[in-house]
Nanobody
Framework: QVQLVESGGGWVQPGGSLRLSCAAS????????IGWFRQAPGMEREEVSC??????????YYPDSVKGRFTISRDNAKNTVYLQMNSLKPDDTAVYYC??????????????WGQGTQVTVSS
């Protein structure tokens, strides 16, 4: 059974940093497209990053809300994808999810989802 497990969430003060990890089992992330999403109470789910498969061009996507602050990356040896989050704001508070699909590029429909990790930004 394919499993995606997020880790690295927690509490941080405004302006601080966190690095989230998405580890996969029974599934290779090397040739998969990976997305990070977040959902805050009372808000719709929002995509905050995506990285295309290595067999494609490995291009990345960020919405304006996180551009310049968040960075997505891969470690193929560990079969893990990371989301580095810097200059965090209270509005970044949400449950963060990773998702994957065996597709060459971003924009596709995601098939596999993790259970999420809580990120809380407050003073």
């Amino acid at each position: 059974q394919v499993q995606l497990v997020e880790s690295g969430g927690g509490w941080v003060q405004p302006g601080g940093s966190l690095r989230l990890s998405c580890a996969a089992s029974e599934f290779s992330l090397v040739d998969a497209t990976i997305g990070w999403f977040r959902q805050a109470p009372g808000m719709e789910r929002e995509e905050v990053s995506c990285i295309s498969s290595s067999s494609s061009d490995g291009s990345t996507y960020y919405p304006d809300s996180v551009k310049g602050r968040f960075t997505i990356s891969r470690d193929n040896a560990k079969n893990t994808v990371y989301l580095q989050m810097n200059s965090l704001k209270p509005d970044d508070t949400a449950v963060y999810y990773c998702a994957a699909v065996e597709d060459p590029d971003c924009g596709s429909e995601f098939e596999y989802w993790g259970q999420g990790t809580q990120v809380t930004v407050s003073s």
